[in-house]
């Protein structure tokens, strides 16, 4: 089992900046991908970005140039971070983090609480 726990969430103005934080516990030596995933109001959840083990990093076209995904392999805790600059209303979202682990070939896909960022125009 993996625990997910994010912060960092809140309100701002267009044009601003928030970092969001996921601290991953349990049974990390398993985590493979880690990613973010938002969903607005009315819509389905999608992509942010993701990164893996190895620090690759992808994104939907609609963040790229202005969020950054980074990864902390602490010994205990992985931490994944998702910085995000010149933000604009339509990133408001509830944003959740994921991470996703291969178990005897199973894939277990594990989700935060989601926290709730607000652009204001």
């Known amino acids: 089992q993996v625990q997910l726990v994010e912060s960092g969430g809140g309100l701002v103005q267009a044009g601003g900046s928030l970092r969001l934080s996921c601290a991953a516990s349990?049974?990390?030596?398993?985590?493979?991908?880690m990613g973010w995933y938002r969903q607005g109001p009315g819509k389905e959840r999608e992509l942010v970005a993701t990164?893996?083990?190895?620090?690759?990093?992808?994104?939907a076209d609609s963040v790229k140039g202005r969020f950054t995904i980074s990864r902390d392999n602490a010994k205990n805790t992985v931490y994944v971070y998702l910085q995000m600059n010149s933000l604009k209303p339509e990133d408001t979202a509830v944003y959740y983090c994921?991470?996703?682990?291969?178990?005897?070939?199973?894939?277990?896909?594990?989700w935060g609480q989601g926290t709730q960022v607000t652009v204001s125009s």
């Open positions: 349990g049974s990390i030596f398993n985590i493979g991908v």
């Open positions: 990164i893996t083990s190895g620090g690759s990093t992808n994104y």
């Open positions: 994921n991470a996703r682990t291969i178990i005897a070939g199973l894939l277990y896909n594990y």
